[in-house]
Structure formats: structure tokens, C-alpha cells
């Protein structure tokens, strides 16, 4: 695991330094084109905060704008959909968060993709229908892997056995993607996830970092991932090291 752990942040850190260092054109003919950078994205903070009284992990992310209030504009259809989000790796097992699987880094997401609704269990703008409402920023759990195809260097890990190695709670996409339903906190410059402690099986001793991320839906290009990161906006840590502790409190 350690030695998939380096792999992994080598190759995202190469991925994140050659974004800057190449014609994304060149990169990317399929004419991928991340959402503009805003101070929304840039990331000051974060924290997970272990409420004991509570049995709650709050993550929190800082950033230096508005936390959600830069959101992707629609493309019109599932294949490109753009993905935004706040993204928090950790070193949980798959096995804390309900997947099955032996690799992958767990990361808790906040994303917003106003194309299509992935929460089929939540209605979270209250309009009675369950399905209209994946531009408001909800949660998921991913498994991360590292991914050469894509300019960010990871993607979310795919499966085609979703009966087998996903929660029910899952969407049924083919890929280690899970819609658990915590609830998401915008407030000002923060925004918050809120983490029940028996979801990530009772554990507090897990490290994490903070990542902003454009991803993007894939379904007609069978060389490139699913859904894979091509823009990284900003690494709180700065190298990926997953340095932050859970702060009881
Ligand atoms: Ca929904
Ligand atoms: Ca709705």
C-alpha cells in the first residue's frame, strides 16, 4: 500500500506540474476545457474536526473567495460532463467506507455537475424530484487511482461488479463511487461535510489532504477513464503528502 501511495502521488504531482507546462490543446484534441479558475477554488484551510458528543467528523476546506459559489457551466449531455469539487484523499481503507477493493485511495468529494443527478436517494433542493439536482454540491466517496490518460494524472478507479463491490447507497455508475448522503455546508469561505463516525467505521486515525479538482465525464472515448481529473486547481499540502490529522474536539 505505502508503495502505492508514492506511485500515486508521483504521478499526480507530475500530472499537476504539467499542466502548466503544455498546450492543453495538444494534450487533450477532445477539446476538454476545465472550468476557469476562481479564488473559489484556491484553497487556504482545512480541517477534520471529530465532535465526540456528536459521534460526527466534520471535514471542512477554506478557500480564499465564495466555498461553491463557482459552479461548471452544463455541457448538455452525460458524455463531458464537467465535475467540479473539494476533494479530501485520506488514508481510510476502501473496506471503512463500504467498497470492495484491495487498491485506491479513499477520498471523501463535494462536487457539482449540473448535467446529470447522481444522488438518486437525496432530493437536496427539496423540489419532490430526486433526480434534477446534481449542480447543488453533495457528497460522495471515491476510490482514486493514478491515470496517465488524463492531464491530472488520477481517475476515479472503475468496476464493473457495482452489485458486488459498492455500498447500496452507490448510483450504479460503473466506477467505486458512492452517494452516501452526508450532509454538505456552504458558509462563506468554508465549506463543510458532515461525516457521521460510524460511516468511516469509527476510525479518527486516518491523515488527509485537501485538493480542488475539474473532472470530467467520459463515455465515448475508450482511452480515456470514466471520470478523470484534468485540472487541478490547487493541493493544499503542496506535495500530496496528506499531512492534516483529525482534531478531536
Ligand atoms: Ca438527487
Ligand atoms: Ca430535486
Do not use: K
Amino acid at each position: 500500500m505505502r508503495f502505492f501511495l508514492a506511485t500515486f502521488f508521483l504521478l499526480l504531482l507530475t500530472g499537476a506540474t504539467s499542466l502548466s507546462g503544455c498546450d492543453p490543446a495538444e494534450a487533450q484534441p477532445q477539446l476538454v476545457t476545465p472550468t476557469t479558475a476562481t479564488a473559489d477554488l484556491d484553497l487556504t484551510a482545512a480541517r477534520v474536526r471529530y465532535i465526540e458528543d456528536l459521534g460526527l467528523l466534520v471535514f471542512e476546506q477554506d478557500v480564499a473567495g465564495t466555498a461553491g459559489a463557482t459552479r461548471p457551466e452544463a455541457a448538455g449531455q452525460v458524455d463531458g460532463a464537467p465535475v467540479l469539487g473539494y476533494v479530501f484523499p485520506t488514508t481510510l481503507s476502501p473496506s471503512d467506507v463500504g467498497f470492495r477493493a484491495d487498491d485506491g485511495i479513499v477520498a471523501l468529494a463535494a462536487t457539482s455537475h449540473p448535467d446529470f443527478d447522481d444522488t438518486p436517494l437525496w432530493d437536496e433542493d427539496h423540489s419532490g424530484d430526486y433526480a434534477d439536482d446534481g449542480v447543488i454540491f453533495h457528497s460522495h466517496w471515491v476510490l482514486l487511482g493514478p491515470d496517465d490518460r488524463v492531464p491530472g494524472g488520477l481517475a476515479v478507479l472503475e468496476t464493473q461488479r457495482i452489485a458486488e463491490d459498492l455500498p447500496p447507497t452507490a448510483p450504479g455508475m460503473p466506477m467505486y463511487l458512492d452517494s452516501p448522503g452526508f450532509s454538505v455546508v456552504l458558509s462563506g469561505n468554508t465549506i463543510r461535510l458532515l461525516v457521521p463516525l460510524d460511516r468511516v467505521g469509527g476510525r479518527t486515525d486516518f491523515q488527509f489532504d485537501a485538493v480542488a479538482a475539474y473532472m470530467e465525464v467520459n463515455q465515448g472515448d475508450d482511452t480515456r477513464p470514466l471520470l478523470g481529473v484534468y485540472e487541478v486547481y490547487d493541493v493544499l499540502s503542496g506535495d500530496l503528502s496528506l499531512p492534516y490529522t483529525v482534531a478531536s474536539e
